[in-house]
């Protein structure tokens, strides 16, 4: 039984009630002041209240995917490293001891309103573990693969990659059952109004539960490391996918979002562009992240944004800015676009737009209004892959 499977919050359940039954039908018989009894009635105390946490738990852990299966939980995979040699012709992951494999982690199963039909035709979404080299990590995300992929019309064919994140504390699977994110791309792809292109959708938290926000922790988790290496590096050894970084984007919501500006202005690199939906510009230290940057003023303002497009080198990258009139951190994002303007009409190279509604707050109905258009401005801005696979 999967860690994610609805059908292990109902038996938890279960458990709990049958415990509680237990205890208030038992507790009369343990009344007596024998040493077993007091054990006994210490006993069902400490039974019920685990049955209840592990309820609590499984279903905080289904909500906001902290771990995505039992070995994340354990970490109990360790098997050794190799790096896939691309082939031409793959349609999906390859098997084996390799950065990229396929998985039943996430709960791809429980998603029922992705496009049905021959993946040629519609598509296909994809659950994989996906391991880094550089950092360490490892973690399982999702991948949509364009119907154009599995067309031998397009065999020699390499496509864009958009990597969408999700927030802090979410999984991947938000991606899929709150934002429909696959659906909008197949059905935009679909109308003309977006390219071909590989959609890769994974979390921000690669260290859960601990937010860290994207950064590389001195002695701690590698996470941009993670996204801006070896994530490209992996998905480059198992799929058809460009190897030009202004064929590659991110975009994110929230901590997603926050995660995908770092990305485009600190390693344009490995991505091109960017759109960040109710993102911050700064890195608050909370319970969530703790000390990301190990008391360093230095390295904490490397990643304040707008500090960084004032006093470092200006990317040439795209970025969009997507918000609401009512949102709290309105104010921010305005400070932070004054600071964008300024620095765009010294260096053109950097590109950056907004677009905000007139109401909406920090959930996923005012991200699911915005995801359209955030999605075909990025399609806009992905360059086509300027190389091809070799000829068999």
Not at 200 to 221: F, I, K, M
Not at 240 to 255: A, E, F, H, I, K
Not at 350 to 364: E, M, Q, T, Y
Request: with cysteine.
């Amino acid at each position: 039984m999967q860690l994610t499977s609805t059908a292990l919050v109902y038996l938890a359940t279960a458990v709990a009630v049958l415990a509680t039954v237990a205890t208030v039908w038992l507790w009369p018989r343990l009344a007596g002041g024998h040493p077993w009894q007091l054990l006994g009635r210490i006993g069902l105390l400490i039974f019920t209240q685990l049955t209840v946490l592990a309820v609590a738990g499984l279903t905080l852990n289904n909500s906001y995917g902290f771990y995505t299966s039992w070995g994340d939980l354990l970490q109990s995979d360790t098997r050794p490293l190799t790096l896939a040699q691309s082939g031409g012709g793959r349609s999906g992951p390859p098997s084996g001891d390799t950065l990229v494999r396929p998985t039943d982690e996430g709960g791809l199963g429980t998603v029922t309103d992705l496009p049905q039909g021959p993946p040629e035709q519609v598509g296909r979404v994809e659950s994989i573990r996906v391991t880094g080299k550089a950092s360490g990590l490892s973690d399982q995300m999702f991948i949509y693969l364009p119907p154009e992929y599995f067309n031998p019309r397009y065999s020699r064919q390499r496509f864009p990659v958009l990597l969408a994140l999700a927030g802090y504390p979410g999984g991947a699977l938000h991606l899929l059952t709150e934002l429909h994110t696959p659906q909008r791309v197949s059905e935009l792809q679909r109308t003309g109004r977006m390219a071909p292109t590989v959609v890769v959708l994974a979390r921000p938290t690669v260290a859960a539960p601990r937010n860290t926000e994207c950064v590389d922790v001195p002695g701690g988790p590698a996470t941009e490391t993670w996204f801006a290496k070896d994530l490209p590096a992996a998905l480059r050894s198992a799929y058809r996918v460009s190897r030009s970084p202004q064929s590659w984007g991110v975009l994110g919501y929230s901590t997603g979002g926050s995660c995908a500006l770092r990305l485009a202005l600190r390693d344009p690199g490995s991505y091109g562009s960017a759109a960040a939906l109710h993102a911050d510009y700064q890195v608050a230290g909370d319970w969530a992240t703790g000390d990301l940057f190990g008391g360093s003023q230095q390295l904490a303002q490397s990643y304040d944004l707008a500090w960084r497009l004032q006093h470092l080198p200006v990317p040439a990258s795209s970025l969009l800015i997507v918000s609401t009139r009512t949102e709290d951190d309105y104010s921010a994002t305005q400070q932070f676009l004054a600071t964008a303007a300024t620095v765009t009409k010294a260096h053109p190279e950097l590109r950056v737009d907004a677009l905000f509604l007139p109401d909406g707050g920090h959930s996923f109905d005012t991200w699911r209004r915005e995801l359209p258009a955030a999605l075909e401005w990025l399609s806009d801005r992905l360059a086509p892959p300027p190389d091809r696979e070799p000829a068999s």
